[in-house]
């Protein structure tokens, strides 16, 4: 069992009120949050993974979800093909139901393919489930999301939202590296994903790879903690972190949210829209994007993906090559909010 980091500070999630975790957030340093869902009737079910599934029942709305599917060989640790071009998953769409019942097969069963469903919108979902599940720390309109698996390893990634991740049943293993640890990393490509997010290759590889030397500096960095039910997570925007499931049965909630956020986020242009987007957030914050815009922008340290096939750059290949064109439309339909 690995040992929470003495760097990352723990509170007991009972003493936490809305006005205190407003304070918490504008440090922008993610913080473990003992107990503070304890009192759900989620969290009083967990024991059983059946009655935890026959409460999630209550809810279901008969919606069809993306699973991840992998053979046991893979050990739940959803990742690339070794040639980047592909996953060592696949994607499988079925109703809720049936996926809460293979991962339960998948539970009880030795050496099964892992099962994972993961990032579903509980109002979309599990209408009622937020309702009686309640986090008093933030507002209501904040929606969360539901991830229900197996044992499993989420690479390591960063969110543009702040979370607030809730476990439910099983356990959950963070580990945590800031968001200037970007550059030591080694991410992948940014528009060919497992789930959104650009992962690190280097903090899922082996101990000393030699494609990765940098990342020696980043190691010794990692925050590493380790959530029961009823536990939180509270974790800043731009913080990379990868997220281990250990038990056979797991279950988590979280929250995205932008609690800085002052209204909707080109040379010139672009510096107008970085002072309505960055200019007044918190100076922690600010130094995180800052962060991001040297290794993506920038590039002080070479091309950010100059450890990967050119054939692997995507968007991020020579603009010339038709990539400014694709970059400006992806930019154009963000604003749109497409």
């Given at each position: 069992m690995?040992?929470d980091?003495p760097?990352l ?5 009972a ?6 975790f407003d304070r918490?957030?504008?440090a922008?340093?993610?913080v ?12 009083a079910?967990?024991?059983v993974?059946e009655a935890l599934?026959?409460?999630l029942?209550r ?6 979800a ?9 050990g739940?640790r959803y990742?690339?093909?070794d040639?980047l071009?592909g996953f060592?998953f ?11 019942e293979?991962i339960?097969?998948?539970?009880r069963?030795?050496?099964s ?5 993961g990032?579903?919108p509980t109002?979309?979902y599990?209408?009622g ?7 008093s720390?933030l ?6 999301r539901i991830w ?9 990634h960063?969110d543009t939202?702040?979370?607030?991740a809730c476990v439910?049943?099983g356990?959950r293993?963070?580990?945590?590296y800031p968001p200037?640890?970007?550059a030591n ?23 000393g790879?030699?494609r ?5 500096a980043?190691?010794?960095?990692a925050l590493?903690v380790?959530?029961?039910p009823?536990?939180a997570?509270?974790l800043?925007k731009l913080w990379w972190h ?5 038990a056979?049965?797991n ?11 002052s209204g909707?986020d080109q040379?010139y242009t672009?510096?107008l829209?970085?002072m309505i987007a960055?200019a007044e ?9 800052r962060a991001?815009?040297?290794h993506?922008?920038?590039?002080p340290d ?5 450890h990967?096939?050119?054939?692997q750059?995507g968007i991020l290949g020579p ?7 694709r970059i400006?439309?992806l930019v154009m339909k963000l604003l749109?909010?497409?």
């Amino acid at each position: 069992m690995a040992q929470d980091s003495p760097r990352l500070a723990t509170l007991d999630g009972a003493s936490i009120d809305s006005v205190r975790f407003d304070r918490l957030a504008a440090a922008c340093e993610p913080v473990v949050l003992r107990g503070l869902c304890r009192d759900w009737p989620a969290v009083a079910q967990a024991a059983v993974p059946e009655a935890l599934g026959a409460y999630l029942a209550r809810f279901d709305a008969g919606r069809s979800a993306e699973a991840f599917v992998a053979e046991p060989v893979v050990g739940g640790r959803y990742a690339y093909s070794d040639d980047l071009a592909g996953f060592n998953f696949s994607r499988e769409t079925m109703r809720f139901a049936e996926a809460l019942e293979r991962i339960f097969v998948a539970a009880r069963t030795p050496q099964s393919p892992s099962v994972y469903v993961g990032s579903l919108p509980t109002d979309a979902y599990l209408p009622g489930f937020a309702e009686e599940n309640r986090l008093s720390v933030l507002a209501g309109s904040v929606v969360p999301r539901i991830w229900i698996g197996t044992a499993s390893a989420v690479a390591c990634h960063y969110d543009t939202f702040d979370n607030i991740a809730c476990v439910v049943a099983g356990q959950r293993r963070f580990t945590l590296y800031p968001p200037d640890a970007i550059a030591n990393l080694y991410v992948g490509p940014i528009d060919h994903t497992m789930a959104g997010q650009p992962i690190s290759l280097a903090a899922s590889a082996a101990p000393g790879d030699p494609r990765y030397p940098d990342f020696a500096a980043a190691r010794p960095r990692a925050l590493t903690v380790d959530l029961a039910p009823g536990d939180a997570l509270y974790l800043p925007k731009l913080w990379w972190h990868s997220v281990e499931a250990t038990a056979p049965f797991n279950v988590l909630v979280n929250y995205w949210f932008d609690r800085f956020a002052s209204g909707p986020d080109q040379p010139y242009t672009a510096m107008l829209l970085a002072m309505i987007a960055i200019a007044e957030r918190p100076a922690p914050e600010r130094a995180a994007w800052r962060a991001f815009f040297d290794h993506y922008v920038f590039r002080p340290d070479g091309h950010p993906l100059a450890h990967l096939p050119d054939a692997q750059h995507g968007i991020l290949g020579p603009l010339r090559e038709g990539n400014y064109g694709r970059i400006r439309a992806l930019v154009m339909k963000l604003l749109r909010g497409g």
